[in-house]
């Protein structure tokens, strides 16, 4: 095996999803590990050291990915793995300073307040965030480093990867 490959955590209950993102990722050079759910993910960080996750947020419940991430977030022995959320919600763009500040605006305008999934990305300097409610309409905060639209694009997964690898 090759130590110098970088390792990706792919993190998807699809397989129809993992697969094509393996085949990807693979053909550049990538190691890929795919993990189906937040426990496998929180198995395979703590094994298999990888250098970037992606995260899907739909899998055994609705907000798993958000809660792996922020897991991840909280935990010291995987704060510093980067890690991209995929996903088919759009992400809304600001040139503001503060994304998080940006998301509670969002949330104070009547077209907006009601979602329960906000994805906030600066398009001057690429800081990014997701403010979502969970079940009891409490919101929750938390900066990643990128967002990868789902259906997957060859050209703009690996555009995001090298970024933050």
Same mark, same amino acid.
Request: no cysteine; charged share 35%.
């Given at each position: 095996m +090759?130590?110098?490959?970088k390792?990706?955590?792919?993190?998807?209950?699809?397989?129809?999803?993992?697969?094509?993102?393996?085949?990807?990722?693979?053909?550049?050079?990538?190691?890929?590990?795919p993990?189906?759910?937040?426990?496998?993910?929180?198995?395979?960080?703590?094994?298999?050291?990888?250098?970037?996750?992606?995260?899907?947020?739909?899998?055994?419940?609705?907000?798993?990915?958000?809660?792996?991430?922020?897991?991840?977030l909280?935990?010291? +022995?995987?704060?510093?793995?980067?890690?991209?959320?995929?996903?088919?919600i759009?992400?809304?763009?600001?040139?503001?300073?503060?994304?998080?500040?940006?998301?509670r605006?969002?949330?104070?305008?009547?077209?907006?307040?009601?979602?329960?999934?906000?994805?906030?990305?600066?398009?001057?300097?690429?800081?990014?965030?997701?403010?979502?409610?969970?079940?009891?309409?409490?919101?929750?905060?938390?900066?990643?480093?990128?967002?990868?639209?789902?259906?997957?694009?060859a050209?703009k997964i690996?555009?995001?990867?090298?970024?933050?690898?």
């Amino acid at each position: 095996m +090759e130590t110098n490959k970088k390792r990706i955590l792919i993190v998807d209950d699809d397989i129809d999803v993992i697969t094509p993102m393996k085949a990807i990722l693979t053909r550049e050079g990538y190691e890929v590990i795919p993990a189906m759910n937040k426990n496998e993910a929180l198995e395979k960080l703590r094994s298999e050291k990888p250098d970037l996750a992606i995260l899907d947020v739909m899998m055994t419940t609705h907000y798993e990915g958000f809660e792996l991430a922020q897991e991840m977030l909280k935990n010291p +022995e995987f704060k510093d793995v980067p890690f991209l959320i995929q996903s088919s919600i759009d992400v809304l763009v600001t040139s503001k300073a503060s994304v998080q500040e940006m998301a509670r605006e969002y949330r104070k305008d009547p077209s907006f307040k009601d979602l329960q999934v906000l994805l906030v990305k600066n398009i001057t300097d690429g800081s990014a965030g997701i403010d979502y409610k969970d079940e009891d309409g409490k919101s929750h905060w938390f900066p990643v480093r990128g967002f990868i639209r789902k259906p997957v694009e060859a050209k703009k997964i690996l555009e995001e990867v090298e970024k933050h690898i």
